[in-house]
């Protein structure tokens, strides 16, 4: 008599609880909308095959800074209704309404219209915190305006005396106080430079003088923003790599504007890649020949030396490529697999990228048959054990690992929790954060599949029949992307 009995251990996919660790990048014209549709389909063909291993649009989000696109009119109106609320003595209503108003300014691109609502946003919120009896608040709003512009004068229409008062009695403390020099410069050097916003009418490189706290600083040349930074009195120097920053345009799909020089568009999405804190970076390109043929192409790039691992490109047909092409061409870059639709260059083609995605061949069935006898009766049972404790033994060092991991997680985590991510020097030690923990997550998932495959198999032999010769007694292990199955027969 015989019997099937399947033990299944299912273990969560590699990318399941992981930070995603490729991204989609658009290189070329960005206001080119074939480029942008074509990525925006490349990028969910990608996200089917890759899942969480793709960085999401929120992801992209938190990680690659970007300057708001609300209009300062909207900003200007929650203003006005945080004016309209002091006035109506709702002094926490204003409050509110002024730090989320204050908050979109500093979104803004840097110039006159962002300096001007930051002014007016921060001498309301003193206005309304004096009349919530926090005096050493509203203070620090006003010499947050004085720091950099001491020659402001007061509407006397709007402030009442006592308010004038004290912004002139802060005005003439400012000026007394001791300044820090701070050298900004940036590739390529003029570079006009915003801080808070405000222009200062220096360009690098240059020296600026501030009073000891915290400011935003970007830089700016033939009207591309570098990204801001935030410095504060720990902060000798800033550098901004202006012909990088200002090329990246945010989006769904973060897109490279340069004029078509290949070893400069390498470099960029290899900067953005490392900026992003992500291992390769996916590129996509679109190009025109001179005969009217349009062409789609993708690259797979290692930001960790700079190595072109695979690349492909497929031909347009009619106004663009059909979207059986563009799969394959999502399915050469993730996992290698060629078809006579893409055309590839001759580049190094072995990447472990498949498999992080989840890509993994799935392997033959291993069988072991083994014949038990009358005299084999107590052999099983004590292999079975052994095997039951081993198991236990690697699922609790895969639970070690885990908590290794989040830990590692969450410290890199902190490194972007104020939404400005770490400075270029930082990357490095970023990489390594992160390489880290990904390091101890795979150990981990890797210690759960051996456990549940020790722990199934020594359950099989426990619970084998004794006393009897049986027939031959068979078990088979199958391994599939983020799941183990094992199944005996006695």
């Known amino acids: 008599m ?19 660790r490729s991204a989609l990048i658009a290189a070329g014209g960005c206001e080119d909308p074939e480029l942008l549709h074509w990525s925006g389909q490349l990028a969910e063909l990608l996200r089917e095959r890759m899942g969480q291993q793709l960085l999401s649009e929120d992801e992209l989000t938190m990680r690659l800074p970007r300057f708001s696109s609300r209009a300062p009119a909207e900003l200007e109106r929650q203003l006005e209704g945080a ?9 926490a209503t204003a409050d509110q309404r002024a730090l989320d108003a204050l908050a979109g300014v500093e979104l803004l691109k840097p110039g006159p219209r962002r300096w001007q609502l930051y002014v007016r946003g921060l001498l309301l919120r003193a206005l309304i915190l004096r009349a919530r009896n926090r005096s050493t608040e509203a203070a620090e709003q006003i010499r947050r305006v004085l720091r950099l512009d001491p020659s402001h004068r007061l509407d006397s229409d709007y402030f009442s005396p006592s308010m004038r008062a004290l912004f002139d009695r802060l005005r003439r403390q400012i000026l007394l106080e001791p300044k ?16 808070d916003g405000l222009d200062v009418h220096q360009v690098t490189p240059a020296t600026v003088e501030l009073l000891a706290g915290r400011y935003s600083i970007a830089v700016s040349k033939d009207g591309h923003f570098s990204f801001p930074r935030t410095v504060d009195r720990t902060s000798s120097s800033v550098q901004f790599d202006l012909a990088f920053e200002g090329s990246v345009r945010p989006g769904p799909v973060p897109c490279i504007d340069d004029e078509g020089d290949e070893q400069l568009r390498m470099s960029n ?6 900026l992003l804190g992500i291992d390769e970076v996916l590129l996509i390109e679109a190009a025109r020949r001179s005969t009217g043929e349009s062409w789609v192409s993708a690259a797979l790039l290692r930001v960790q030396g700079g190595q072109r691992i695979r690349d492909g490109w497929i031909r347009a047909s009619g106004s663009a490529p059909s979207s059986s092409e563009l799969a394959e061409l999502a399915e050469l870059i993730t996992t290698g697999t060629p078809s006579s639709n893409v055309h590839q260059s001759d580049v190094a083609t072995a990447s472990p990228l498949a498999e992080q995605m989840g890509k993994r061949p799935v392997p033959e069935q291993v069988g072991v048959q083994t014949q ?40 890199l985590s902190r490194r972007y929790a104020d ?9 490095a030690a970023v990489q390594s954060i992160r390489k880290q923990a990904d390091w101890q997550r795979r150990a981990a998932f890797a210690s759960y599949a051996l456990g549940a495959t020790a722990v199934c198999t020594g359950a099989l032999f426990i619970l084998s029949r004794s006393g009897q010769v049986d027939r031959a007694a068979k078990t088979a292990v199958r391994a599939a992307p983020g799941a183990v199955s094992i199944e005996g027969s006695w």
């Open 372 to 411: 038990l006898t009358a005299s084999s009766k107590t052999w099983p049972k004590v292999l079975g054990a052994a095997l039951l404790g081993t198991g236990a033994l690697a699922v609790g060092t895969g639970v070690l690992l885990q908590l290794r991991s989040d830990q590692s997680w969450a410290n």
């Open 180 to 195: 820090v020099v701070l050298a900004v410069t940036s590739t390529p050097a003029g570079g006009a430079i915003f801080i």
């Open 269 to 274: 999405a290899l900067k953005l890649g490392g």
């Open 419 to 427: 939404g400005t991510p770490p400075a270029i020097g930082e990357l």
């Open 83 to 91: 004016s309209r609320a002091y006035f109506q003595a709702d002094h």
């Open 2 to 20: 015989g019997k099937w009995m399947i033990a299944a251990a299912s273990v969560l996919a590699w990318t399941a609880d992981a930070s995603a």
